[in-house]
């Protein structure tokens, strides 16, 4: 059975930070890319960070370059999504997703009070 496991959000100040960790399993997780998706309440879900399999190559959008870093662990089949300089439109459920699957997890709230 295919797994995805957040955990880590909380209620921060903002300027504060997180790290986020998503643990895997159920699935050969070297050979999957994932990726970090959230959604604010009325919002459209939206992609936030993806990190490759072959190469730990990265994507961020817009809005988190520079703030946000994605990293992977494979002996322990977990990524990582580290946040710094949180802001109040940062707050959401943030999901790891299974890129190209249809794996997700449950989501973990992260709110970031102005």
């Known amino acids: 059975e295919v797994q995805l496991v957040e955990s880590g959000g909380d209620l921060v100040q903002a300027g504060g930070s997180l790290r986020l960790s998503c643990a895997a399993s159920?699935?050969?997780?070297?050979?999957?890319?994932i990726g970090w998706f959230r959604q604010a309440p009325g919002k459209e879900r939206e992609g936030v960070s993806c990190?490759?399999?072959?190469?730990?190559?990265?994507y961020y959008a817009d809005s988190v370059q520079g703030r946000f870093t994605i990293s992977r662990d494979n002996a322990k089949n977990t990524v990582y999504l580290q946040m710094t300089s949180l802001k109040p439109e940062d707050t959401a459920v943030y999901y790891c997703?299974?890129?190209?699957?249809?794996?997700w997890g449950q989501g973990t709230q992260v709110t970031v009070s102005s």
């Open positions: 997703h299974v890129l190209n699957r249809s794996y």
């Open positions: 159920g699935f050969t997780f070297v050979d999957h890319a």
């Open positions: 990190i490759d399999n072959a190469d730990d190559s990265t």
